[in-house]
């Protein structure tokens, strides 16, 4: 298992356009399952980036709200549809846009959800608790939302499930 360490940041919906244009974001279809566990957090995924689709298992730990010990392997797709019986009742899935592009020496990821038309999601992963790091100026902060678990993806799956969202 890896340390994971990211910024997680709560922005107004952004102008996706002039993101793709500018930074040449790439865009990912992503379905997020969150599975039954005893421990930490496990969850599915398929991320559709033009001709390719990935699917991956996570599994994390969390340490505290912006950082967790992170464990991940590929799927085949066959392990995918099997893995989807093992689906927490409590959670709907996921479904989201997220936009990957470099900027001044960090990897952005913008996620778009399809129950939010006026905010999004910044998450930049950071080396240390030091690191410094930049947003770019097209995007609007809203909120550092790195320590609250109401914007983790398993708490919107809950509350989507929930009929919350």
Do not use: H
């Not at 940041?9 to 992503?30: G, R, S």
């Not at 599915?44 to 969390?62: F, G, L, S």
């Not at 927490?88 to 989201?96: A, E, L, T, V």
């Amino acid at each position: 298992m890896q340390i994971e360490l990211e910024k997680k940041f709560l922005i107004e919906y952004p102008k996706l356009n002039l993101i793709i244009d500018k930074y040449n974001a790439v865009k990912y279809e992503i379905e997020q399952i969150y599975l039954l566990s005893n421990e930490g957090s496990r969850r599915i995924r398929r991320c559709k980036a033009a001709n390719e689709t990935v699917y991956i298992e996570t599994i994390k730990v969390r340490i505290n709200g912006s950082k967790c010990y992170e464990y991940e392997r590929e799927l085949s797709a066959e392990e995918y549809e099997e893995f989807k019986e093992e689906a927490d009742p409590n959670r709907s899935p996921i479904i989201k846009e997220r936009y990957v592009f470099p900027y001044k020496n960090k990897v952005m990821e913008m996620d778009v959800y399809p129950f939010w038309k006026d905010k999004a999601v910044l998450e930049i992963e950071l080396e240390s608790e030091e690191d410094e790091y930049f947003i770019p100026e097209e995007i609007k902060i809203i909120k550092d939302v790195s320590n609250s678990r109401k914007y983790k993806n398993a708490q919107l799956a809950a509350a989507l499930k929930n009929g919350e969202l």
